[in-house]
């Protein structure tokens, strides 16, 4: 059973860069022809894709966020990260790693970033 | 940017009735659309994926149906444990980015 597992800091200043990794467990993160995504959810509001990379290292980015965010893959540690530059108030969120490749069918838990000085 | 539309926003339905949930797509993504469920605090489940297809352990209660920019999810007998936030998503190829729907809430008539 695949397992993921967000980890970062909760509490981040504004303007500062928001980083989280997620954990892979429970399979290899290389096999299958899967994207790895982050997705958000301000409270009380929907989802919103961020991004997704494939293990190969290509990636594809939410027009919204893309001059601020990087995801990138370290397959020898079976995890994958975000890097989301100047944070606002807006970028206060439940931040979630995910699988996708029809659908999206392996969530992590979430993580509560709040940005506040 | 393929925009999702959902509706209803909110659906309030009585246990044992069926729900019909719809998703509009502002341009084709033929069938690569999922539909997720959201229960407060938990992460998204998956559904459906391929547009109709049930992800694995998903009861036979849930169908989804639709293709090119016209999609809907039927539960058809609501059970308690069904009540919850419902969000579509286009996964198409081109443009490579994934969007969400603004989810339907289903809640207790």
């Known amino acids: 059973q695949v397992q993921l597992q967000e980890s970062g800091p909760g509490l981040v200043k504004p303007s500062q860069t928001l980083s989280l990794t997620c954990t892979v467990s429970?399979?290899?993160?290389?096999?299958?022809?899967?994207?790895w995504s982050w997705i958000r959810q301000p409270a009380g509001k929907g989802l919103e894709w961020i991004g997704r990379i494939y293990t190969s290292g290509s990636t594809n980015y939410n027009p919204s966020l893309k001059s601020r965010v990087t995801i990138s893959v370290d397959t020898s540690k079976n995890q994958f990260s975000l890097k989301l530059s100047s944070v606002t108030a807006a970028d206060t969120a439940v931040y979630y790693c995910?699988?996708?490749?029809?659908?999206?069918?392996?969530w992590g838990q979430g993580t509560l970033v709040t940005v506040s000085s | 940017e393929i925009v999702m539309t959902q509706s209803p926003a909110t659906l309030s339905v009585s246990p044992g009735e069926r729900a019909t949930l719809s998703c509009r797509a502002s341009q084709s993504v033929s069938s690569n659309l999922a539909w997720y469920q959201q229960k407060p605090g938990q992460a998204p489940r998956l559904l459906i994926y391929?547009?109709?297809t049930r992800a694995t352990g998903i009861p036979a209660r849930f169908s989804g149906s639709g293709s090119g920019t016209e999609f809907t999810l039927t539960i058809s007998s609501l059970q308690s444990e069904d009540f919850a936030v419902y969000y579509c998503q286009q996964y198409n190829n081109w443009p490579p980015l994934l969007t969400f729907g603004g989810g339907t809430k289903v809640e207790i008539k």
């Open positions: 429970g399979g290899s993160i290389s096999s299958g022809s899967y994207y």
């Open positions: 391929g547009a109709s």
């Open positions: 995910a699988r996708g490749n029809y659908g999206t069918d392996y």
